[in-house]
């Protein structure tokens, strides 16, 4: 089937190198694997803080790290209901959560189950139809529906796509979709999986302390049932996904790029023309059977070829005979149904080629430009290399995934009294202690990354209040703003000078500002916000991110700096107008996630040239403010990452007003309204300033 070794060892290694430039390397996989284990350890944390009976697993390409930036994988989140238990047994019965029997018999398809109601004060079974999402079969049991979920997604507005057991939510500019699979746990191994502890295949890569954590991790439901079941709405999918990941973590390279390549083929020759027939979930069902058939010396990097072919071979046969059992349950075919006999030859002439093809398919892979890099490699010339790209997405998410968190965190106290928003933010930073002292890795350095964030809203709240009480600031509040100054490079540095700002203070506030511009270099600070996401572009950020993990975000990110309602004594006039954006009929065009828009949010650099200008118009330094007012004008211009770009043409509109150059200011804000047509408060500021010019030209004539 393939041609001399030196050729497929020539393919092999140059194929090897143009992965490796991509990001497909033990350090980025890694790094890719670090990242995503902690945005689920700040996500998670975040949902103690709101003390939510829920957590979340970050699975899939994005956290094994088997993608690229090209691949556009999806981000797989599984959101696991902990009001839920999932018993095997009637002795796994919990007091205070919602108990259902897991029933695996012949009348379930394999990998399914049905779920049983129990009774809330004993494991006997229930005997009630509570609503429509129960339904009573014949031998008299009450079974949970799967619409279930659906129906609650609905009842929450969520406004996903429907996709099997998973919900699809469109992503922002910039970043992938995330599949959300809701799911209930159970916390015994699954007993259709029993017989896969006990197996061994030649390779013995399963190692006993892998088996050991796989069984240990026990399984979830999902809503959804076999395409092949006459009761499909009653059948709940048994997933293993922990075990799975498990499984990829224990990858090496070679079988890591093996599972890449495979994908990509499925990109470029399978999905444009029969969508939904071979997924990538398959691809690595696959390569998992070829893994345990072979020995763990067949996978090497001048091997990479041969291990490529032999998978496409298996993957052929499983189309050929309809039939790609599920590794860890094998009664559970994959493939069943999902290929029509009319699309079953052509998928099968086209792996045939592939294969026969002995490498020279893959110079047609336009993902990452794969075919181009091979035949340069070919070739003996340097193709491009594109980890440092990769490290900086990756940075960025983590830093994305921290300020969404903050959002979802803070969201409880966005219409708060100073003291009750006072005593919230205490009590999520007591518990970030406690959790930090309890847990360990990547929860200590989740509690490490938000702690801060805290911190420094608690001291701007205090120092509100302060201000609201007797116009100064004490020192408690600078004390706790003071343990939040290092969050990244700018945001919270910016509160302390608006506090200062605020009190009159004009020298200390200068002071700060000209601290944050100093180490504010933009060649490499990524502006960040999770409302709205591009993809890093500063080489330089890219650089940084290459060398450093979550560490990074103190001297390479600027975060927007919020202020709440609670904080609006903090807040310049100017931007205070942002907090009330919205009229009445705005309300009615805010999406589910736009409750920011109660507060006052303005990127970093455009509000450091806002408040350097009023510093130095109150100081008299006439050539300061017209180049801090330059400044902030070519940044509106010329900057692409602004997520708030129409709050900072409001502030420059409110500066041009001040310079009495009404005609720029209206444009300014015109331009404002013209990027949100809802929800901004350049409506009043233009109404306000044609007043002003009305009433002006009037007392003229007069």
Not at 189 to 202: I, K, T, Y
Not at 326 to 335: C, V, Y
Request: glycine share 6%; with cysteine.
């Amino acid at each position: 089937m393939f041609q001399a070794p030196d050729y497929t060892c020539t393919v092999s290694e140059r194929l090897s190198e143009v992965l490796a430039d991509i990001g497909v390397d033990e350090r980025i996989v890694l790094k890719r694997r670090r990242a995503y284990m902690q945005i689920e350890s700040i996500h998670n944390s975040a949902l103690q803080l709101k003390d939510k009976k829920r957590t979340l697993y970050y699975l899939g390409s994005q956290s094994e790290g088997t993608t690229t930036l090209r691949l556009n994988s999806d981000t797989d989140v599984l959101t696991c209901k902990n009001n839920f238990n999932i018993v095997q047994d009637r002795s796994g019965w919990q007091p205070g959560v919602h108990n259902l029997l897991m029933i695996q018999d012949d009348t379930v398809s394999p990998g399914y189950c049905l779920l049983q109601r129990l009774r809330d004060d004993a494991p006997l079974p229930y005997n009630d139809v509570s609503n429509e999402h129960y339904f009573r079969d014949r031998t008299g049991r009450i079974l949970l529906s799967n619409t279930l979920i659906p129906a609650a997604l609905a009842a929450a507005d969520f406004k996903g796509v429907h996709n099997g057991p998973a919900y699809t939510e469109p992503g922002q500019p910039g970043v992938s979709e995330s599949d959300i699979v809701v799911a209930f746990p159970c916390k015994t191994w699954p007993l259709q999986a029993r017989q896969w502890l006990d197996q061994q295949g030649v390779s013995r890569w399963l190692s006993d302390d892998m088996k050991r954590y796989c069984s240990n991790t026990g399984c979830f439901v999902v809503g959804v049932g076999s395409k092949s079941s006459e009761n499909d709405e009653l059948e709940w999918r048994i997933s293993t996904s922990l075990a799975e990941r498990c499984l990829m973590f224990n990858l090496n390279i070679t079988q890591i790029r093996c599972y890449v390549l495979m994908k990509m083929i499925l990109k470029t020759y399978i999905k444009p023309l029969y969508e939904g027939t071979i997924t990538s979930f398959i691809c690595k069902t696959v390569l998992f059977k070829v893994i345990a058939n072979t020995h763990s010396n067949f996978w090497r990097e001048k091997n990479l070829l041969v291990c490529l072919l032999c998978c496409l071979f298996v993957l052929y046969n499983s189309v050929l005979y309809e039939n790609c059992p599920h590794f860890i349950i094998p009664g559970n075919n994959l493939i069943g149904r999902h290929i029509t006999q009319q699309s079953k030859p052509h998928i099968l002439e086209i792996l045939q080629y592939i294969i026969n093809s002995e490498g020279t398919a893959l110079l047609a892979i336009k993902c990452e430009d794969l075919g181009a890099g091979l035949q340069l490699k070919l070739n003996y010339l340097l193709s491009f290399n594109t980890r440092c790209f990769v490290s900086g997405y990756i940075l960025k998410t983590t830093a994305q995934m921290v300020d969404s968190s903050i959002d979802f965190c803070l969201d409880c106290i966005s219409n708060s009294s100073h003291e009750e928003a006072i005593q919230k933010l205490l009590e999520y930073i007591f518990k970030l202690v406690t959790i930090s002292n309890r847990g360990q890795g990547l929860e200590k350095t989740a509690c490490r990354l938000l702690g801060p964030w805290f911190c420094t809203t608690l001291g701007s709240t205090l120092a509100s209040l302060n201000i609201q009480q007797y116009s100064g600031i004490s020192v408690e509040a600078l004390t706790w703003i003071s343990l939040g100054l290092n969050t990244d490079v700018s945001s919270s540095k910016l509160k302390l000078a608006s506090m200062f700002y605020c009190i009159g203070d004009s020298n200390r506030t200068e002071l700060v500002l000209r601290d944050i511009e100093g180490s504010y270099d933009q060649n490499i600070v990524e502006p960040v916000c999770c409302h709205y996401i591009k993809k890093a572009f500063r080489k330089g950020f890219h650089v940084i991110s290459d060398n450093h993990n979550e560490e990074a975000l103190q001297y390479a990110t600027a975060f927007c700096v919020k202020f709440l309602p609670c904080e609006i004594n903090c807040v310049p006039t100017e931007l205070q107008y942002e907090m009330f954006r919205s009229t009445e009929e705005d309300l009615a065009f805010r999406g589910r996630f736009d409750n920011w828009m109660d507060w006052a949010v303005v990127d970093s650099l455009p509000y450091l040239y806002f408040l350097q200008y009023k510093t130095y118009s109150y100081l008299g330094r006439q050539d300061d403010k017209e180049r801090t007012l330059s400044n902030l004008t070519r940044t509106i211009e010329q900057e692409p990452e602004l997520g708030h770009k129409e709050t900072a043409l409001n502030l420059l509109g409110q500066c041009m007003e001040q310079e009495d150059r009404p005609t720029d200011a209206l444009r300014c804000y015109l331009l404002s309204l013209n990027l949100r047509r809802r929800n901004n408060a350049a409506k009043f500021h233009i109404c306000r300033l044609l007043s002003t010019i009305v009433n002006h030209q009037a007392g003229t004539m007069l």
